[in-house]
């Protein structure tokens, strides 16, 4: 099995470059989509963040705006937040891996790959890119979103550049759909290539 790191920066296209790998048959691992289940309703980590954090929860798990309003500015905050979530992301992460084990190849989806040490665990890169003024258009075109809030995002993240140049493959979403499909694809097709010899 081969296991791909699929990341980008915010508003990269990033997402949907993974579903599109879903759609080619591969199991892909989402942790944004894991880190909402843990703390959605009945949540594995909604209990540990109130205890942390508190006033952040309700009946439908964590207040996203209130936990992110609770650690916004505050790194002590926030590197207390990551010691509860990246473990219980890594343990859901880890039965993915073993679920699939039979599978040729795997994505695993990580916006933080990079960041949080996961490129080392992974045989293969791939980031997905696009030029910054689209992906400005793209995050401030989001609901809630603010310039200041996407500047604070983006200081977190290694700059898309350092993350192009540390890739095996590298995916711009700046033109059509069917223009990302096709590059989806020849990825696929390079793995299954190295996974033949």
């Given at each position: 099995?081969?296991?791909?790191?699929l990341?980008?920066?915010?508003?990269?296209?990033?997402?949907?470059v993974?579903?599109?790998?879903?759609?080619?048959?591969?199991?892909?691992?989402d942790?944004d989509?894991?880190?909402?289940?843990?703390?959605?309703?009945?949540?594995?980590?909604?209990?540990?963040?109130?205890?942390?954090f508190?006033?952040?929860?309700?009946?439908?798990?964590?207040?996203?705006?209130?936990?992110?309003?609770?650690?916004?500015g505050?790194?002590?905050?926030?590197a207390?937040?990551e010691?509860?979530?990246?473990?219980?992301?890594?343990?859901?992460?880890?039965?993915?891996?073993?679920?699939?084990?039979?599978?040729?190849?795997?994505?695993?989806?990580?916006?933080?790959?990079?960041?949080?040490?996961?490129?080392?665990?992974?045989?293969?890169?791939?980031?997905?890119?696009?030029?910054?003024?689209?992906?400005?258009?793209?995050?401030?075109?989001?609901?809630?979103?603010?310039?200041?809030?996407?500047?604070?995002?983006l200081a977190?993240?290694?700059?898309?550049?350092?993350?192009?140049?540390?890739?095996?493959f590298?995916?711009?979403t700046?033109?059509?759909?069917?223009?990302?499909?096709?590059?989806?694809?020849?990825?696929?097709?390079?793995?299954?290539?190295?996974?033949?010899?």
């Amino acid at each position: 099995m081969i296991t791909v790191g699929l990341t980008g920066s915010i508003g990269m296209g990033k997402s949907t470059v993974a579903e599109m790998f879903a759609e080619e048959g591969v199991p892909v691992f989402d942790a944004d989509e894991t880190v909402h289940r843990l703390q959605g309703p009945g949540g594995a980590l909604v209990a540990a963040i109130e205890a942390a954090f508190p006033d952040t929860t309700g009946d439908q798990g964590v207040d996203r705006t209130a936990l992110r309003e609770a650690v916004f500015g505050d790194e002590e905050a926030f590197a207390r937040l990551e010691a509860l979530v990246h473990p219980a992301v890594a343990r859901e992460r880890d039965a993915f891996l073993q679920a699939h084990a039979n599978a040729p190849v795997v994505v695993l989806d990580v916006p933080l790959l990079f960041e949080a040490g996961g490129w080392a665990r992974v045989d293969k890169i791939l980031v997905v890119s696009a030029p910054p003024e689209v992906q400005r258009a793209r995050v401030l075109g989001r609901p809630g979103m603010s310039v200041e809030r996407f500047e604070a995002i983006l200081a977190r993240q290694l700059p898309d550049p350092e993350k192009r140049a540390r890739a095996d493959f590298v995916i711009s979403t700046d033109g059509p759909l069917e223009e990302t499909r096709a590059k989806v694809r020849k990825v696929l097709t390079c793995l299954a290539g190295s996974v033949g010899r």
